[in-house]
Every structure is written in C-alpha cells, then in structure tokens.
C-alpha cells in the first residue's frame, strides 16, 4: 500500500487558476505522502511539454503521480457528445501516462444520471465508451480506475452508477482482461445510501485505487434526516468532510479487507477542507493503518 495526498481544500483555487499547479506541487513537500493525485481541471494543456514539466516538477518533489482524475460523460443524448467524450478520456490516458509512468490510474466515471435516461440504455452507451477507452489504456500501459462516485463539482446530475447495484452490473458487462478495475471511495458509498463495507467486499479483488476520505453529521443530525426519496444524500452542509479517520468510515474493517486480498495500490486522502494541518492528520492517520495492516512503510518518493 502507498499513500497520496489529493489537494481538494485547493481544487477550485488550482482550476480556477487562483494558485499554480505548480505551487501546490511545491507546497506538498511538507506532506508525509509518497504521491500525488492529480485532477484532469488542474492542467493548463495537453502538450507533451507542458506534461512533462509537471511530471519533473512532481518527480524532483520526491513523489510519484499514482492517478490522474478524470470526469467523462458518456450518457449524454447527443452522439456526438458521447463521441467528444471519449475521445477527451483518450487523451487523458495518454496525459495520465506522460505524467505518472507506466502502470499510472486514470480516473473514469459513467456519465450523470440524466432524468431521461433509461437504465438499460446508459448500461449500453456506458458499456461501449469503456470498452473503446480500455484499447487505449491497454496502448499506453493505463490502468482504469471507475469510481462509485457521486458527482464531478462542475455537473448537473449525480452519477449515473453512483448507487451499488448500477456500479455493479456496469463492472459486470466489463469483460476479463480488460484494464479496467474499482478507483474506491467509501465516503460515496455513504453519499449514495449504500454500505461502504458491502460493495468493498463486493469489488475487494478488483480494487486498483482509494480514496481515504470521511464524514461527519452535524449536530444531530442523522442520515435518515437527510435521505432523498431514492435513498441518496447528496453533497448536503450537514454531512462534512473531516479528518480521515474520525467521521463515518470503518477504516480498520476497510483496510483489513483491503490486506485480505493483496491490495498493493495507493490509497489517497481527499480531505484536508481546512488546510494543510487537516491533510498532516489525514495522512498520519493512513501511515497507522499501512504500519498496522501492511507491514513496513515504503519509502517517500519510492512510487512503488
């Protein structure tokens, strides 16, 4: 197990260009990871050069870059929509590659969950955008992290597989042999109304990539208080990210699954909403869970 750092108290002032990707690269020197996630929306361009700037900046920092987060949509009505997307993920493998190696993740989703849309008919425009992508993981050396998501900041709908029983039947038209495995987020599990523990048993062997992260209810608030009528949460004020650790998680049962199986990949927070101080205790927290279910700690910077 290797442990990332994702900076999500900074994702808008990166996108937004507030601060440089390159600053925040420079700013995670303090941080005890040993990589660091990057988002799709952090990057200027697409040009070789620039990527390969990044991936030195990254590099000479002492990290590695373990997954590129990405955010297609492959639902969308529109063929042509559905077509653009595609092609956007593909070139997103090819930047994922540039900038973390051979073996990198890149993060994929389904697509939102249009209020038109047919279940059985997301399933088949879903099934066949991966199965293009997946030739061009397999090109560039990519793995495939889908994610049991709720949503990208900057969509309308949620998920289109954000509850477990759609994220399982898409992994299940996911034929053997494919690049493609589980990028897990136990903290969306809770967001879509679902069991974090029940769908990681249900995936454990198929899991290529983690995000710690947690919540806490304010107040007294419960879950029950805020289910929708189809059960899910939502991004609601009431349910906050927190240090990871301290919220909703099972994070001993999570990692004693996760060792159970193997599990070798990189686990990264996706905390800190507070600053630098709250991604330190995130992270120190992921170095107790390694030391207690993974044996010996590897080294910073080893990207292995």
Not at 124 to 143: F, M, P, Q, S
Not at 242 to 252: A, C, K
């Amino acid at each position: 197990m290797k442990i990332a750092a994702f900076p999500k108290c900074y994702l808008e002032d990166i996108t937004e260009g507030r601060m440089s990707l390159f600053e925040w690269i420079d700013m995670a020197k303090a941080l005890e990871a040993e990589g660091l996630e990057l988002y799709e929306g952090f990057l200027e361009s697409h040009d070789e050069t620039y990527l390969g700037e990044v991936a030195a900046a990254v590099a000479e920092a002492g990290f590695a870059m373990p997954m590129l987060c990405c955010s297609p949509d492959f639902t969308q009505s529109d063929p042509e929509a559905r077509r653009t997307a595609v092609e956007r993920e593909i070139a997103m493998i090819r930047a994922a590659r540039i900038l973390g190696g051979p073996g990198v993740v890149c993060r994929v989703l389904t697509g939102q969950r249009y209020p038109e849309l047919e279940l059985e008919q997301g399933l088949d425009w879903v099934e066949a955008a991966l199965r293009e992508v997946a030739v061009a993981a397999k090109d560039h050396e990519v793995v495939l992290g889908l994610e049991n998501h709720y949503k990208d900041g900057y969509w309308r709908y949620p998920e289109f597989a954000q509850k477990q029983e759609v994220f399982l039947r898409v992994l299940d038209r996911i034929p053997p042999g494919e690049p493609i495995g589980v990028q897990y987020d136990p903290s969306n599990a809770i967001v879509a109304g679902d069991d974090p523990i029940e769908l990681l048993r249900a995936v454990a062997h198929r899991v290529v990539s983690m995000h710690a992260s947690d919540r806490y209810l304010v107040g007294n608030t419960t879950l029950e208080d805020l289910r929708s009528s189809d059960g899910t949460l939502g991004y609601s004020p009431d349910l906050r990210h927190g240090v990871t650790g301290r919220g909703l998680n099972d994070y001993p049962t999570i990692f004693e699954i996760l060792a159970g199986v193997g599990y070798q990949g990189w686990v990264s927070i996706e905390d800190g909403m507070n600053g630098m101080g709250e991604m330190q205790e995130s992270l120190s927290f992921l170095h107790q869970m390694r030391s207690r279910y993974f044996g010996a700690p590897g080294q910073h910077g080893a990207g292995s």
